[in-house]
């Protein structure tokens, strides 16, 4: 810059260097894997690409992140790694907000951006019912499953009928079996709930002996 007095006498020439405003980084999203939901076991994988985030000056590559996996947890330690691992505590909560947000060269921030992460409570071992627990080959034999989600999810039922056989997945309680041949068989159930994860098999107590029915 050069200033003109009254007179048109020129001062020195001073240099003032220009930096453009710094725009705080784009960011549109982080992704989860598995999508949200799992169990307290899960090691959740939380990242980003380049299509999710983008800054005007700082490169990609340079931009650091921080992650927040609970509210009232506190901040990670900026860093350029552009995804990160991570187990719920077993603290009694079943939904967390986890936030993110990712900081420029200037420390400029983005605006933070959160999703919900779900963790699901298995199915409570079934108990596995059968009447009548000895009757003839080809009769009717009904199998109720006593079973509970502490979620309050609705829940489907594997039957192995200790034969060789099962009912497949089904929401059928109770379900009817015969079986083709006498013998004694050794019968269980399994649960699963909406987000598909299973209960342990009940404990294969019951047992069945067919007897051929007199002529």
Known sequence: VIVNDATNIESDAVIIDCIPNNAP???FGFYISPDSVGTRETMFEFSVNSD????DQTLYDNLRLQWRFYSGSDWTEPSTNKSIDFIFPDDGNNTYDVS?????????HSNN???PVRINQLPNQPILQCNPTNTFKRQNVNFTAIA???DGDLL???FDYGDNSNSGWTSQNPIIHSYETSGTFSAKVQTRDIWDDQSDWSSPL????ISNQSP
């Open 156 to 158: 489907e039922y594997l």
């Open 113 to 115: 951006i959160a999703r």
């Open 100 to 108: 993110l947000r990712v900081i420029d060269n200037d420390d400029s």
């Open 25 to 27: 980084p784009n960011l």
């Open 148 to 150: 509970s989600d502490p």
């Open 52 to 55: 999710l985030v983008n800054d």
């Open 206 to 209: 019951t047992v069945i002996t």
